[in-house]
């Protein structure tokens, strides 16, 4: 339980420093070589599912030697390892500073907010306005609230870290190769069932632990109705949850590497965003982030 509590403080603190080596840009390497050279000719979806099963299995594999062999030097540097690799599975605070750097940016200038939006989100942001910029920043933090914190705190609590690492892998997988393009179509088609399958039940639980710390839970009719309109079975449920407490909406027609996808109106108000709705699910982010790490130390401690 005290290691994950200075894993989060930590993570409140830096975020994720560029000084220090992050897993998950190693994770990035290997999913982009095993891409590079599985992803052509036949059966492709068969060397999808090869790749993701390999990394996934593997992650958690090298994560658990990693805690025995440390623990058989010393529980201290066990404890100091399984701190560490905490911290690196939380990634609430880098997202919520790029997200107020977007609504900077784009109050300085649209071209500026297309720039910086780009940091965070996979569309082409090339044509964006300054309203779809700001929505689709409100957006991915929303989904990253469960990608980002919840969801890994959900397998931490369910299999220790090396489970959270894994997951992590899983989720890095899915923002990779996940994307329903032709070039992923097949190949990325497990990586994607995956990560839905993974994210499911945190999906809900983020959901719901948006609006109860907004104090809102009159908002889970309008969650379950919403939520499932999303091409995701999963990232329409954090989205529906903020839409609900902002009463505004969010989804519509974006671009990824050239092709257009449409995603269904979450929300019925299109109203302007402001800086003040960024700063108020920011709030409503870190309120749920306290409300998972307690559920997950009260886990811990049963």
Not at 71 to 90: C, D, E, K, N, Q
Not at 122 to 146: F, K, M, P, S, V
Not at 263 to 270: S, V
Request: aromatic content about 8%; some cysteine; hydrophobic content about 45%.
């Amino acid at each position: 339980m005290l290691n994950l509590i200075v894993a989060y403080l930590l993570d409140r603190i830096w975020g994720d420093p560029l000084w220090l080596p992050h897993p998950v840009v190693g994770f990035g390497r290997l999913i982009s070589w095993g891409e590079h050279r599985l992803n052509r000719g036949n059966h492709r979806r068969l060397k999808g599912a090869f790749l993701t099963a390999t990394l996934v299995a593997g992650t958690y594999l090298l994560t658990y030697s990693l805690l025995l062999g440390a623990g058989h030097i010393t529980p201290w540097l066990a404890s100091v390892v399984s701190t560490l690799l905490l911290f690196y599975g939380l990634a609430g605070t880098t997202l919520i500073r790029e997200v107020r750097e977007v609504f900077r940016a784009v109050d300085r200038s649209t071209e500026e907010g297309r720039k910086q939006v780009a940091r965070i989100v996979g569309r082409d942001t090339r044509e964006l306005t300054d309203q779809e910029i700001r929505t689709a920043a409100l957006e991915t933090l929303a989904e990253n609230l469960n990608d980002g914190v919840i969801a890994p705190l959900f397998w931490y609590a369910l299999l220790g870290v090396p489970g959270m690492m894994a997951y992590k892998m899983v989720n890095t997988l899915d923002s990779m190769i996940g994307y329903r393009i032709p070039r992923y179509l097949h190949f990325g088609c497990p990586a994607a069932r995956l990560d839905d399958l993974a994210g499911y039940l945190p999906a809900r639980l983020t959901a719901l632990l948006m609006i109860l710390v907004a104090g809102r839970p009159s908002l889970l009719g309008f969650v379950r109705r919403q939520g499932c309109r999303h091409a995701s079975p999963n990232s329409g449920y954090p989205e529906a949850a903020l839409a609900g407490i902002l009463n505004c909406r969010f989804g519509g027609s974006h671009h990824y590497f050239g092709v257009e996808v449409w995603k269904p109106f979450i929300g019925t108000n299109d109203r302007p965003l402001t800086t003040a709705d960024m700063e108020r699910s920011v709030r409503i982010n870190r309120l749920a982030e306290l409300a998972a790490i307690a559920l997950c130390c009260l886990t811990t401690l049963g």
